[in-house]
């Protein structure tokens, strides 16, 4: 099933130092909720492993993510699939850019993703919550990462 | 009539087990040195498959065995089949599948195995299938059956993923009927895809014998019989007298438990490679996606009318979704159960219907309560509604206007009607309904804002399944009889070991209520045995609403042989002539004398054998007997619905239900009531709230109870059920059937209710408060613009 979800962010940073960040594997790794591993393949390109939980379904997602569209400091498509093994999997991507607002910078979102099997089944009302839970967790973390 | 015998509603006697949890289901049964099968599932509805990587999962803690097709294959177990064969129009057959219990090759819908892991619990088992990669490449897929020719092609086999173009009828004569028609009422319908969500989840326990090399698997089917024969003989498990199967207790079957499925076929192959027993049990969320599912059929449908509101022609082109393999019997499903039964009550002189079967990446269909002919019922109860409306006409009087009115009837769709008052069920269901008050009912509802309809369905089925020859000519891979054994125990006790299959019936009780007629003993004397191979010979199992009609009929000529023996016995005991010996209410007299035994005396003698020539009368009390129907039976009636809804909200309440059938002779009231009550439940499920959602890309949304509503009593207004009476004259005690009677009318007779209220055709089922809401809005809207 498809999902969809938009959103922004006022991080306290300059915008090159929130794209540093958001090209930096430790950071990422910090900062994605459940994130057990992130291993660089190439300059763009990496495999994560996070732990996450939608409702009933928790599942272990092993995926790649590929960086596209480098426009720095302005923006990037960040994409991948995720195998979550017996819960399902989610694929799909967010194109994230950055414009300089109030001494620092606003990062808005586009995220569309797919997701199937058991997470379809039974996530599929608590999904969009969830993500949305998600991404407001990530940009918590990642807000105090660029601060720090 | 005895206390306890034929007509008498007598408490079902399986009741006090199942109510005090003291009944015996497969999830129930633990055998020594037990294991756990958990498998593994495509999450995606059409993929190639290119590795699956077992490794970490098989050696995790626990793990016996984690298998895959390849495993499958290698070990050359057969494919899963469907046992009716289909020729499309031009002579060609049915597109069958190759359908491997576990996928090797590729996957075709979500929830298609692909793996299994066996270990020494359910937790560990689970914990290891998390570790299982599976490489798939994921294809485009399609879940809409009209879409399907066009679609990714799904099977190597079935080009535009077609499996057969079928057709029943006259086209020539139609078409001409058709234009040479005063009016004629078009129609297009979708009868939504269902899923059976009986109580208790399907399960598979399987053990080995290494010392006899056999197999023993219970599982929760309606047909043990037919499981042993098809693992057998196509799956190639093992040979027959190797192989046993149990069907103990099952808690609801609704046509979802007569398939063989791969869990079963898994379970007994693994439990033959790691050498100990394999138990499986579904849960509620793996049901969804392991369960055949029912209907989905789209419908265009055109009657023609004469001048005088006579119906001269029905065309009819339906397209059926089979899902992503044929299941057992899904190919007769849309034809011969459904085409067949197009001309409901009605004198129609001239019927046509193409059916296209396809192959769609969803969850396979096949029979569900009514299979076939909740689907012809409501494309005709659909149409008269409409043309009723259309013609300007009382919708019971267009009904009584093409009533078929003697018998027998050979309609222009194969079946011969052998009997029925369709007027008399019309009119009792009239009376019972107060529909001379709905106009009044009417007004009240409008003061209250809300909008009444009243909708009739007057309903046929084809039931008593089946007669071996005709459907033989139809092309089903098996005779469909039945057969009884009644074994007279020494002290007069009965058991009746029968073919068919108890999955909420009651047959352990009607079927003793028979046995109590006949014999005159109480129905506490008398025990029904079913559901084991290796006790019962054969059986075909019960669905079709044939256990009364074929089962018992079966009952009736073992008893007949067994009366008939003892009577010998009898005349031997007292010194008559066999010829005065009669038997009525339980005792054997000598015509005109105050000699005589009980029935229970004679099967005594009988065992002991003292006082008749052995030689000549063999000891012992016990005759077995296979029935095969002349003809199918033919349960109909009249189902009439009222409905409420409110003009704000959508929301919309079945206010009354009136249903009057006739099934032929009762066995007992009280369970045909509750047999319709749950029909009619079923039914209303259907055609009001029960939607199952795929997404385009084949995931199933609603696959829980969180998505998919299930009808519960709120939902249902205090049920008016009564009965007429037409014996069927093809079976020995009139019996016509009720298991599928009210999921046959129900759906029409609500979305007649709906239409009627809303004054527009234009809604489809599920019938929703929020589709309801949406049907008023656009009415609202159309009639602002038209304004």
């Not at chain 2, 399986?14 to 005090?20: A, V």
């Not at chain 2, 009533?403 to 009837?409: A, D, Q, R």
């Not at chain 2, 029935?627 to 309440?653: K, L, M, S």
């Not at chain 2, 939902?715 to 009210?742: H, M, Q, R, W, Y």
Request: charged share 20%.
């Amino acid at each position: 099933m498809a999902m969809t979800m938009t959103g922004e962010v006022q991080l306290p940073a300059s915008r090159d130092t929130v794209w540093a960040k958001l090209n930096d594997p430790a950071t990422l790794k910090a900062c994605i909720p459940g994130c057990e591993d992130l291993n660089m393949l190439s300059d763009h390109e990496f495999e994560a492993v996070a732990v996450n939980k939608i409702g009933p379904v928790k599942a272990k997602f092993k995926g790649r993510v590929t960086l596209s569209d480098l426009d720095p400091p302005n923006g990037y498509k960040i994409s991948g699939q995720g195998d979550g093994g017996v819960a399902g999997f989610a694929k799909g991507g967010a194109v994230v850019s950055l414009t300089d607002k109030d001494g620092g910078t606003l990062l808005t979102y586009n995220v569309e993703a797919q997701i199937g099997g058991k997470l379809a089944q039974l996530g599929q009302r608590l999904i969009n919550g969830a993500a949305k839970k998600m991404a407001d967790q990530f940009f918590e973390n990642f807000a105090a990462a660029v601060k720090g | 009539m005895s206390a306890t015998g034929i007509g008498a509603a007598v408490r079902r006697k399986e009741d006090q087990r199942f109510i005090t949890g003291k009944g015996h289901y497969t999830d129930d049964v633990s055998r020594p040195g037990q294991t756990f099968a958990y498998f593994v599932r495509s999450p995606h509805a059409h993929a190639k498959l290119h590795s699956i990587d077992v490794k970490a999962a098989a050696a995790m803690p626990g793990i016996l065995a984690v298998l895959t097709g390849q495993d499958l294959a290698g070990d050359k177990i057969g494919n899963l089949i469907c046992g009716w064969m289909i020729h499309s129009k031009d002579g060609s057959p049915m597109k069958m599948a190759p359908h491997p219990a576990l996928a090797a090759t590729k996957v075709c819908y979500v929830g298609d195995p692909v793996a299994v892991v066996i270990a020494e619990t359910l937790a560990q088992a689970k914990d290891a299938a998390e570790k299982i990669a599976v490489d798939y490449e994921v294809l485009s897929a399609v879940t809409d059956p009209a879409k399907a020719k066009s679609a990714a092609q799904i099977h190597d086999v079935a080009p535009k993923n077609t499996i057969y173009e079928w057709h029943l009828g006259d086209s020539k004569a139609t078409d001409a009927a058709l234009a040479a028609a005063k009016h004629i009422t078009r129609i297009d319908l979708t009868n939504n895809r269902l899923v059976p969500n009986a109580m208790e989840p399907r399960a598979a326990l399987a053990e080995y014998d290494s010392g006899t090399d056999s197999l023993t698997l219970w599982n929760t089917s309606q047909n043990p019989h037919v499981a042993r024969l098809v693992i057998s003989a196509f799956v190639g498990m093992a040979p027959e007298h190797k192989l046993r199967v149990i069907a103990p207790d099952v808690g609801g079957g609704f046509g979802s438990k007569i398939f063989i499925y791969p869990e079963e076929v898994v379970c007994l192959w693994a439990a033959r490679r790691v050498g100990r027993p394999v138990k499986w049990t579904s849960d509620r969320s793996e049901a969804f996606l392991a369960d055949a599912h029912g209907r989905d059929h789209v419908t265009h449908a055109e009657m023609a009318f004469d001048g005088d509101g006579k119906i001269t022609a029905l065309k009819v082109k339906t397209i059926a979704n089979l899902g992503g393999y044929m299941s057992t019997f899904s190919s007769s499903v849309p034809t011969y159960l459904y085409a067949t039964l197009l001309s409901g009550q009605y004198a129609i002189p001239n019927i046509y219907c193409e059916v296209d079967a396809v192959y769609t990446n969803t969850v396979p269909v096949d029979a569900y309560r009514g299979a076939g002919r909740p689907e012809a019922t409501f494309v005709v109860e659909r149409l008269v509604e409409v043309g009723a409306r259309e013609l300007g006409l009382d919708p019971a009087e267009l009904r009584k206007r093409n009533f078929i009115k003697s018998f027998p009837h050979q309609t222009p769709v194969i079946m011969a009607y052998d009997a029925g008052d369709y007027l008399a069920s019309l009119k009792k269901a009239m009376e019972l309904a107060d529909v001379k008050g709905f106009g009044r009912r009417k007004r009240d509802a409008a003061r209250h804002g809300k909008l009444r309809g009243l909708g009739y369905s007057t309903y046929i089925e084809a039931c008593g399944i089946a007669p071996s020859q005709a459907v033989g000519s139809l092309g089903a891979g098996v005779g469909l009889w039945e057969s009884a054994e009644v074994r007279v125990n020494p002290t007069g006790s009965v058991e009746v070991l029968t073919g068919c299959h108890q999955h909420g019936q009651g047959h352990e009780t009607t079927f003793a209520q028979l046995v109590s007629e006949r014999l005159g003993i109480s129905i506490d004397q008398v025990s029904i045995v079913h559901g084991d191979t290796d006790k019962v010979q054969f059986g075909m199992g019960t669905y079709g609403s044939r256990s009364g009609a074929v089962g018992m009929s079966a009952i009736v000529k073992a008893l007949d042989k067994v009366e008939a023996k003892a009577k010998k016995i009898a005349a031997h005991v007292m010194e008559a002539a066999e010829g005065d010996i009669e038997f009525r209410d339980g005792k054997f007299t000598v015509a005109g004398t105050d000699k005589s035994m009980a029935f229970g005396e004679v099967a005594l003698a009988a065992y002991v054998g003292h006082k008749f020539p052995t030689q000549e009368i063999e000891p012992g009390l016990k005759e077995g007997a296979f029935y095969d129907p002349t003809n199918f039976t033919f349960p109909a009636g009249c189902h009439i619905c009222e409905i409420e809804i409110d003009q704000e909200t959508g929301e919309t309440e079945v206010v009354s239900w009136t249903a009057v059938d006739d099934f032929g002779t009762l066995i007992n009231p009280m369970i045909v009531e509750g047999q319709v009550h749950g029909g009619i439940a079923q039914g209303v499920g259907q055609a009001m709230i029960e939607q199952t959602v795929y997404d385009k890309d084949g995931q199933l949304l609603s696959g829980s109870y969180m998505d998919y509503a299930m009808p519960r009593a709120h939902n249902f207004p205090a049920f008016k059920v009564d009965t007429t009476e037409t014996k069927c004259p093809s079976n020995p005690l009139g019996i016509k059937g009720c298991g599928e009677a009210g999921a046959i009318a129900a759906p029409a007779a609500v979305m007649n209710a709906i239409t009627d209220a809303l004054g527009t055709e234009k809604i489809e089922m599920p019938a929703t408060s929020m589709a309801v809401w949406r049907a008023l809005q656009t009415m609202n809207r159309n009639q602002v613009a038209a304004e």
